[in-house]
């Protein structure tokens, strides 16, 4: 194929988009947003073994790789982590347009550090999607838990970890297997469960329905398939391209089957995001392949 970076950009848009318009559709205040993470954490197994069984269970286990992928891990996970308290403590209106901007990280440290280029569609494309995913997280509102700079900390400390996970997910696809990161990247999460546990209400836990687990799976097990798709969309394509591209896709298809399957209607912000996240869209898929190969 001639762009396997973009096959696998839109695979991500599309498993994240649905992830999150499920999400949405199947929200409920008394689940404990850490238990969720335990559980998404398990459903990283199915993907990961797929991935293993592709390269006949080969895993790179020299130092270089194990802290690669580690690094990779712990920043996702370590990010998600920080984000449950940060939600806890600041308004999220404002903290998810401060996350969302972690793609800017990516393309900096790419620029800078990996020499990676791209054409005049291309940054047009990215800039527009930078503009755009501030838009899809923005929404009007006042908050009681606006007190002190934690949460602002917090968020960009979100930021920071999601935007270096990027880049080292495309450094590391350089020295190692894709398959071997997305293995570290697997552990790693498992291994903060007992974080999530420490973090979460007893309250909350004792009064949690055990029955909903299936069904939270089913959904969470999207997400992990589209980790699995953004690490081999690294190995293929540039990260100052993929990490806006599928930032900003994701949000659009979620917004967009919110809109089918809920009745949602979007306001003026995210509507203004809908157009731009389609135009980026366009533009860095149409961006010619000669000035996206990494060099």
Known sequence: MKKPWLLYAIAVTLMWGLWGALTAMLSNGDIPSTIIYAIWAFTMIIPCIVALKLVNWKLETDKRSIILGCTIGFLGSGGQMLL???????????????????????????????????????TAGIIIALITLPLFEYSEGNSTNVHGLMWFILALSVMTAWGLQAYFMKFSNNHMSAESIFFYMTATALLLIPVAYLMTDAQSLNQFDFS???????????????????????????????????NAGAPLISSVLSIILLGIIPGDFKILGIALAVIAAILLAIEPEETKQSS
């Open 84 to 122: 449950f308290y940060a939600v806890d403590t600041g308004p999220a209106y404002l903290i998810f347009p401060i996350v969302s901007l972690s793609p800017l990280i990516t393309i900096v440290l790419s620029f800078l550090l990996l020499k990676e280029r791209t054409g005049k569609l291309g």
């Open 212 to 246: 909903t687990i299936p069904s939270i799976a089913g959904v969470q097990i999207l997400n992990s398939i589209g980790a699995l798709c953004l690490v081999y969309a690294f190995r293929y394509g540039k990260a100052m391209v993929v990490s806006p591209l599928t």
